[in-house]
T-cell receptor, first 118, second 112 residues
Framework: GAVVSQHPSWVICKSGTSVKIECRSL??????MFWYRQFPKQSLMLMAT?????????EQGVEKDKFLINHASLTLSTLTVTSAHPEDSSFYIC??????????????FGPGTRLTVL | AQSVSQHNHHVILSEAASLELGCNYS??????LFWYVQYPGQHLQLLLK??????LVKGIKGFEAEFIKSKFSFNLRKPSVQWSDTAEYFC??????????FGTGTRLTVIP
């Protein structure tokens, strides 16, 4: 099956710093990537959808200037948490949609990145 | 507005017991339905999906789900659970080419 990787798997940073998380589709081209946030013992909340070569579409309530998303190629999307604060601590998960014949646009998920802001 | 409801927040079963996790959705038009599983410390994995055709779909690891259009339901079932099925289960409808919309999840704990 299609594989999506994320790097880093976990990161600890100081308040006020910025953190970049990478999401890669390893064996397929993903024209659309999604970024989710998962709080402990809660569901995944979609933060934004990014299409390769265009600006991301953010969900209501998600600050686009704080969570910068870049989808520069068909295999890479990045999420940068700018000026991170402790309340940004969470589990961030990316997902990539595979557009291929017969794939029915299935989404594949990365392993997630745990961000802890001190 | 789209919504999905997973009624059971935490289910505790003994091994070999039968499982049914409820999922009800609210969507207009054509809907695709997915169940994902998240094992402890692991990423989301697709259990099964429904797009069209036979409303009873079979997934991996002995799981199945039945799409009942009249009830807007897509309940997940397994006849006999194992300890290794302990995980978080998410129902996720999708309307057309839109994004997946995740339910709140159901934590399953299987006692050996």
């Amino acid at each position: 099956g299609a594989v999506v990787s994320q790097h880093p798997s976990w990161v600890i940073c100081k308040s006020g710093t910025s953190v970049k998380i990478e999401c890669r589709s390893l064996d397929f081209q993903a024209t659309t990537m999604f970024w989710y946030r998962q709080f402990p013992k809660q569901s995944l909340m979609l933060m934004a959808t990014s299409n390769e070569g265009s600006k991301a579409t953010y969900e209501q309530g998600v600050e686009k200037d704080k969570f910068l998303i870049n989808h520069a190629s068909l295999t890479l999307s990045t999420l940068t948490v700018t000026s991170a604060h402790p309340e940004d601590s969470s589990f961030y998960i990316c997902s990539a949609r595979h557009l291929g014949a017969g794939s029915y646009n299935e989404q594949f998920f990365g392993p997630g990145t745990r961000l802890t802001v001190l | 507005a789209q919504s999905v409801s997973q009624h059971n927040h935490h289910v505790i079963l003994s091994e070999a017991a039968s499982l049914e996790l409820g999922c009800n959705y609210s969507y207009g038009g054509t809907v695709n339905l997915f169940w994902y599983v998240q094992y402890p410390g692991q990423h989301l994995q697709l259990l099964l999906k429904y797009f069209s055709g036979d409303p009873l779909v079979k997934g991996i690891k002995g799981f199945e789900a039945e799409f009942i259009k009249s009830k807007f339901s897509f309940n997940l079932r397994k006849p006999s659970v194992q300890w290794s099925d302990t995980a978080e289960y998410f129902c996720a409808p999708r309307s057309g080419a839109n994004n997946l919309f995740f339910g709140t999840g159901t934590r399953l704990t299987v006692i050996p």
